[in-house]
C-alpha cells in the first residue's frame, strides 16, 4: 500500500512578532505560569515557536516547532528535496538561523541525503534528529523486519552516531505493537545502547493511536491533530482525538502534533490561528512540525505560531 498521500505537511503566515518578544521577557522576569501546554516556562526571552523546551520523559531538550522534511511525499521524495540540493540547503539553514533545531526526517521522504548536505559543518549539539522506519516492503523499499539494519543505513546517510528520536512510520491498525514486535525490540535495544534516544510511532488510525498513548514501549507519539477532525486528515473526531492526547501526556508521553493545518486543507488566516489555538489551549502537544518550503514561510509559521501563542 502507497501511503504517501497521508504523509503532507504545511506553511503558514502571521503578523509581526515584536509585541510578544517584551511580553514574554516580562513574564519571566515576573516568574509567572508557563507560557505553553507542555508545561514549561520559556527558558529565554525566545519565539514561542522555537524556546526550547523539554520533550516528557526523554530528556530531550529542542525547538518546539521542528522543520518538516515530507510534504507531499513517498517513494524517498518529498516537495522539499524535489527543491534541490541548494534549495534545501537554504531553507534547512535559515530554519536554524530561527532557532528552529529539531529536523523531521523519514527514509519515506528520502530527506537524510539532503539533510546530511546541509548541516555539513553545523556542530551536532546545535540540532536534533527526528527520522521514521517505514516497516512494509513497498516498490522502493525492502523491509528487513527489524530496526537495526535500517538504523545503521540513516546513521550513515545523516552522518551521526546518534538519532534523537526514531519512530516507525504511519501505524494503520490497533495491532501495530504486535505486528511490529521484532523492529519494537531492535528499536529498544539501540536505545539502551545510547544510539536512539527515544522511540515511538506515527499514527494515521484512531486506534493505533489509543495504543501508543498507552503503551510502555512508546515514548514519542506524533499525532495528526487540528480543530477540523476528519476531513482535514485527522484519525477521528476532533473531540476523540482530543481525549487520547490528553491521556497520551498523562501517561509521561511526548506528543508530536502534525497536520495542524489539515495537510492543505485548512487554507484561511483565521483558520489556521482557530487550529492552533485548539492546540495550545487544550495543551494537546509538546511539539509540533510543519513542512515549511522556504525561508519565507518559515519566517511566516514563526510569526504565526507565536501570535497565536501569545493571544
Same mark, same amino acid.
Given at each position: 500500500?502507497?501511503?504517501?498521500?497521508?504523509?503532507?505537511?504545511?506553511?503558514?503566515?502571521?503578523?509581526?512578532?515584536?509585541?510578544?518578544?517584551?511580553?514574554?521577557?516580562?513574564?519571566?522576569?515576573?516568574?509567572?505560569? *508557563?507560557?505553553?501546554?507542555?508545561?514549561?516556562?520559556?527558558?529565554?526571552?525566545?519565539?514561542?515557536?522555537?524556546?526550547?523546551?523539554?520533550? +516528557?520523559?526523554?530528556?530531550?531538550?529542542?525547538?518546539?516547532?521542528?522543520?518538516? $522534511?515530507?510534504?507531499?511525499?513517498?517513494?524517498?521524495?518529498?516537495?522539499?528535496?524535489?527543491?534541490?540540493?541548494?534549495?534545501?540547503?537554504?531553507?534547512?539553514?535559515?530554519?536554524?538561523?530561527? +532557532?528552529?533545531?529539531?529536523?523531521?526526517?523519514?527514509?519515506?521522504?528520502?530527506?537524510?541525503?539532503?539533510?546530511?548536505?546541509?548541516?555539513?559543518?553545523? *556542530?551536532?549539539?546545535?540540532?536534533?534528529?527526528?527520522?521514521?522506519?517505514?516497516?512494509?516492503?513497498?516498490?522502493?523499499? /525492502?523491509?528487513?523486519?527489524?530496526?537495526?539494519?535500517?538504523?545503521?543505513?540513516?546513521? @550513515?546517510?545523516?552522518? $551521526?552516531?546518534?538519532?534523537?528520536?526514531?519512530?516507525?512510520?504511519? /501505524?494503520?491498525?490497533?495491532?501495530?505493537?504486535?505486528?511490529?514486535?521484532?523492529?519494537?525490540?531492535?528499536?529498544?535495544?539501540?536505545?539502551?545502547?545510547?544510539?536512539?534516544? &527515544?522511540?515511538?510511532?506515527?499514527?494515521?488510525?484512531?486506534?493505533?493511536?489509543?495504543?501508543?498513548?498507552?503503551? *510502555?514501549?512508546?515514548?514519542?507519539?506524533?499525532?495528526?491533530?487540528?480543530?477540523?477532525?476528519?476531513? &482535514?486528515?485527522?484519525?477521528?473526531?476532533?473531540?476523540?482525538?482530543? &481525549?487520547?492526547?490528553?491521556?497520551?501526556?498523562?501517561?509521561? @508521553?511526548?506528543?508530536?502534533?502534525? @497536520?495542524?493545518? +489539515?495537510? +492543505?486543507?485548512?487554507?484561511? *488566516?483565521?483558520?489556521?490561528?482557530?487550529?492552533?489555538?485548539?492546540?495550545?489551549?487544550?495543551?494537546?502537544?509538546?511539539?509540533?512540525?510543519?513542512?515549511?518550503?522556504?525561508? &519565507?514561510?518559515?519566517?511566516?509559521?514563526?510569526?504565526?505560531?507565536?501570535?497565536?501563542?501569545?493571544?
Amino acid at each position: 500500500m502507497n501511503m504517501q498521500k497521508h504523509l503532507l505537511d504545511n506553511e503558514s503566515r502571521g503578523p509581526s512578532r515584536r509585541q510578544f518578544a517584551a511580553t514574554i521577557a516580562g513574564a519571566l522576569a515576573a516568574g509567572s505560569a *508557563p507560557l505553553f501546554a507542555g508545561g514549561k516556562k520559556a527558558s529565554r526571552a525566545a519565539d514561542p515557536a522555537t524556546e526550547i523546551v523539554t520533550l +516528557g520523559r526523554t530528556g530531550i531538550k529542542t525547538s518546539r516547532l521542528a522543520q518538516g $522534511t515530507g510534504f507531499n511525499g513517498g517513494a524517498r521524495s518529498s516537495a522539499q528535496t524535489r527543491l534541490g540540493e541548494q534549495a534545501f540547503t537554504r531553507l534547512v539553514r535559515h530554519s536554524l538561523d530561527r +532557532g528552529i533545531r529539531l529536523m523531521d526526517a523519514a527514509d519515506l521522504y528520502g530527506s537524510h541525503r539532503y539533510l546530511r548536505t546541509a548541516l555539513k559543518g553545523v *556542530p551536532r549539539d546545535n540540532y536534533d534528529l527526528l527520522s521514521k522506519i517505514w516497516p512494509r516492503t513497498e516498490f522502493w523499499n /525492502m523491509a528487513s523486519g527489524g530496526a537495526k539494519q535500517e538504523v545503521d543505513r540513516f546513521r @550513515k546517510e545523516l552522518n $551521526t552516531d546518534v538519532i534523537d528520536i526514531c519512530l516507525i512510520h504511519c /501505524m494503520l491498525n490497533a495491532n501495530w505493537a504486535r505486528e511490529y514486535e521484532r523492529i519494537r525490540d531492535e528499536m529498544a535495544e539501540l536505545k539502551q545502547q545510547g544510539v536512539l534516544r &527515544a522511540v515511538g510511532v506515527s499514527c494515521h488510525d484512531f486506534g493505533a493511536l489509543k495504543v501508543a498513548s498507552e503503551h *510502555p514501549w512508546t515514548d514519542v507519539v506524533l499525532a495528526r491533530i487540528n480543530n477540523v477532525g476528519q476531513s &482535514a486528515y485527522m484519525d477521528a473526531t476532533v473531540e476523540e482525538v482530543t &481525549a487520547v492526547l490528553k491521556q497520551a501526556r498523562a501517561n509521561g @508521553k511526548v506528543v508530536i502534533g502534525m @497536520k495542524l493545518f +489539515g495537510a +492543505g486543507r485548512i487554507t484561511e *488566516p483565521a483558520q489556521r490561528d482557530a487550529s492552533l489555538k485548539y492546540v495550545f489551549e487544550n495543551q494537546l502537544v509538546d511539539a509540533m512540525t510543519i513542512g515549511m518550503m522556504s525561508p &519565507a514561510q518559515v519566517d511566516n509559521s514563526i510569526e504565526r505560531i507565536d501570535a497565536t501563542f501569545t493571544a
